[in-house]
């Protein structure tokens, strides 16, 4: 079955940029589908963060910023902070990604 | 304002037949582009993406529980039921349905909507964790 591949984890200390990867196929990502990405805090419900490859629904920080080329896309957390601690997702049609754990130092 | 919640058995034994059911509110399943979908975790583990149902009654399952998968909808109850077969302990794992943005084209020359794939899930019930287990 295809898979979104993601990091494991990622790390950074408050205030710094990191960014997240998520690699797909031609099945997916590099068919032209779009990439959207959740947030989800520890025993809560994934949560819309980016939607349609860099947009953000309302309410979400514009710390928040997503990118797609070719067969990958990528999820950007600037300034980041405590409250960012958290696991984030990829999906592309009918697949979700591995998950990246992000910790602030 | 969009709400989903998921309710059915905390408890299934091996080779049962699960069903759950997502009773959602704020929206119609009978609106051109409107969608629900299910996805489960296992704990600790990721997301897994499991069957979609349109408004028009298309649906779309994951190919690898496709055979395991029926995904059907109530829309005068607005209610989405899942029913798993051949339950088995690895299926252990918190389940989600979720509300997808609807995606859509016109279509001048039919009059018709046409669904665009690849939508997002918006709005998310609370999840409910059904474990597997004699």
């Known amino acids: 079955q295809s898979v979104l591949t993601q990091p494991p984890s990622v790390s950074g200390a408050p205030g710094q940029r990191v960014t997240i990867s998520c690699t797909g196929s031609?099945?997916?990502?590099?068919?032209?589908?779009?990439v959207h990405w959740y947030q989800q805090l520890p025993g809560t419900a994934p949560k819309l963060l980016i939607y349609g490859n860099s947009n953000r629904p309302s309410g979400v920080p514009d710390r928040f910023s997503g990118s797609k080329s070719g067969t990958s896309a990528s999820l950007a957390i600037t300034g980041l902070q405590a409250e960012d601690e958290a696991d984030y997702y990829c999906q592309s049609l009918n697949v979700f990604g591995t998950g990246t754990k992000v910790t602030v130092l | 304002q969009i709400t989903l919640k998921e309710s059915g058995p905390t408890l299934v034994k091996p080779t049962q037949t699960l069903t759950l059911t997502c009773t959602f509110s704020?929206?119609?399943?009978?609106?051109?582009?409107?969608?629900v979908g299910w996805i489960r975790q296992p704990p600790g583990k990721a997301l897994e993406w499991l069957a979609l149902?349109?408004?028009?009654?298309?649906?779309r399952y994951s190919p690898s529980l496709k055979s395991r998968l029926t995904i059907t909808k109530d829309t005068s109850k607005n209610q989405v039921v899942l029913t798993m077969t051949n339950m088995d302990p690895v299926d252990t794992a918190t389940y989600y349905c979720?509300?997808?943005?609807?995606?859509?084209?016109?279509?001048?020359?039919?009059?018709?909507?046409?669904?665009?794939?690849?939508?997002?899930?918006?709005?998310w019930g609370q999840g409910t964790l059904v474990t597997v287990s004699s």
């Open positions: 979720a509300h997808l943005t609807p995606l859509t084209y016109y279509d001048i020359l039919t009059g018709f909507y046409h669904k665009i794939e690849g939508s997002n899930f918006d709005y």
């Open positions: 031609s099945s997916n990502i590099g068919a032209g589908y779009d």
């Open positions: 704020g929206f119609s399943l009978s609106t051109s582009g409107v969608g």
């Open positions: 149902i349109y408004w028009d009654d298309d649906k």
